[in-house]
């Protein structure tokens, strides 16, 4: 969803995007498939990278790991088990690194401030800290444009809809099913997020 | 070299260490053999992920893409071509990522001083981003260890030979080939690093 929106957004300002999907081996891959979809129905270039291998190393968690996904809310503490350690830094590095290859301006990055309680790698400080480091990481610049800061997920939703995204082909789901679980964290925000646009 | 003298140094600390080692489609692949060897000799564990697909993506350079590895001095303008885009902040993401799954203290980093007017993740200010962008990456926190920032290679070099690093067993050379090809920037850096440690 909130990748979605944000290439969308993208999009409809001007902008040349090229598309980033990694497969670390998440046991949500099913993703992937959503995220090759949504680029064919925008004509746009996707990579998929193959990080499988990172996946596998780590194992004490609920995603890339040998734990069961908690069910319940995701606000619950119990959902940290879904934190693949570290994860947001190796897909931003990997972007970033592509960037540099491209010459592009920059890295644009969907996280929202309802992810901030669970994943720490989602918080304003450490997307300040990314920022500077990427900066510095080349002489080609390239910057971390992460406009969702601020926003809940509902309003990300609510955007989505104003811009037309077609959300029935994005997945959220944290289970490895072909249909969404309807029970994980990521599925009731994801259902609470459509509640509130719905409303807006 | 680098590497390996650090990996020294922290077991006589009395630290303990686990080794990581990245497949990232280098040219000098070679290096993961003779990294392999030393783990086994100090009977380390060691890990080597696979980020091949990684390289694959960054085509403008000599180590994973398709242009030639400049030979001649470490110091020439040319050099920039062997530039990995990014590399050290992957390196790095993933080794924080495995130090977070084992809960470990800290990730310890070779750069050191020579590498700057090259390769600006090895720079000092690089370094400090990296440290606070890791430290917020989870509720763990690690630290980034980066003990040769103010060294340069023949420093290192000594500080190898004094602690008795069997350097023979190491890999500079950024050609492929089974034996070092003497002409690229590495193999003259690395020359000349022991040179100095011969004159300490």
Request: proline letters at 4%; a negative charge.
């Amino acid at each position: 969803m909130d990748s979605a929106t944000l290439v969308k957004q993208l999009l409809d300002d001007g902008d040349e995007v090229y598309c980033l999907t990694v497969d670390y081996g998440q046991r949500h891959r099913r993703e992937i498939g959503s995220a090759m979809e949504l680029c064919r129905l925008w004509n746009l270039p996707h990579r998929i990278v193959d990080l499988s291998d990172v996946g596998a190393m780590l194992v004490n968690n609920s995603q890339t790991g040998n734990v069961d996904v908690p069910h319940g809310h995701y606000a619950e503490d119990t959902m940290k088990q879904t934190v693949v350690p570290n994860r947001n830094m190796i897909l931003l590095s990997v972007a970033a690194a592509w960037a540099i290859d491209l010459k592009a301006d920059r890295v644009a990055y969907g996280a929202h401030s309802g992810d901030h309680a669970i994943y720490p790698d989602c918080r304003a400080e450490f997307v300040t800290a990314m920022q500077r480091a990427i900066k510095l990481a080349d002489w080609h610049q390239v910057d971390l444009y992460a406009p969702f800061q601020d926003m809940h997920k509902g309003e990300i939703a609510s955007l989505g809809h104003e811009l037309g995204v077609p959300f029935d082909m994005t997945w959220t789901c944290y289970e490895g099913g072909e249909e969404p679980c309807g029970e994980c964290g990521a599925c009731q925000e994801r259902t609470e997020a459509m509640e509130f646009a719905a409303k807006c």
